[in-house]
């Protein structure tokens, strides 16, 4: 007996070949019949001697297993059974995922200033700036770049880096 394998997440498009010979009529229908505890048929479309059909989200109507299957053909008023055989619907493709630790590094502060791609957060500015004055440093209430790292320069030579540095965040990406 004929063994079709797919997994039950998959819509795959199964192509028989269909000998017929002895009329002159045409095929008028092609169908797979694939039974569970009921009969689900999937029409399909017939030619150059072919039956093509799309099983579209097999998921919705089987479960896992092995269920019989028949490939019907019509001919004017005529049935035929040609061909029967297994489909194996197999388990679907699952991918899962978690969080992990995150990896630190030891932090330095002298080399910590990376300014961030717009402008820094305007509350933390307000604090940076609260810290600058507290060490006689003078600073804008948005600071630039160039702000930051002279005032980084100033606050190293007054040992204030860790204070000014903790104030600063961080964005790795300049």
Not at 56 to 82: A, R, S, T
Not at 127 to 133: D, E, G, I, P, Q
């Amino acid at each position: 007996m004929d063994l079709i394998k797919t997994r039950l997440d998959y819509s795959p498009e199964l192509i028989f070949i269909v000998d017929i010979s002895g009329t002159t009529e045409s095929v008028t229908e092609v169908r797979l019949s694939i039974f569970d505890q009921t009969k689900i048929s999937y029409i399909g479309r017939y030619a150059d001697g072919k039956a093509f059909f799309k099983l579209n989200d097999p998921q919705k109507y089987f479960k896992l297993g092995i269920f019989k299957y028949d490939l019907e053909v019509f001919i004017g008023n005529q049935y035929f059974v040609p061909l029967s055989g297994q489909i194996e619907f197999t388990e679907p493709v699952k991918v899962t995922a978690e969080r992990g630790d995150i990896a630190t590094s030891p932090v330095t502060f002298q080399a910590g200033l990376i300014m961030a791609k717009s402008e820094i957060n305007k509350a933390l500015a307000v604090r940076l700036k609260n810290v600058a004055s507290s060490l006689g440093l003078p600073i804008s209430d948005v600071p630039t770049k160039e702000e930051l790292y002279s005032l980084l320069r100033k606050a190293e030579s007054r040992k204030a880096t860790k204070k000014i540095a903790h104030f600063i965040k961080l964005d790795e990406d300049q």
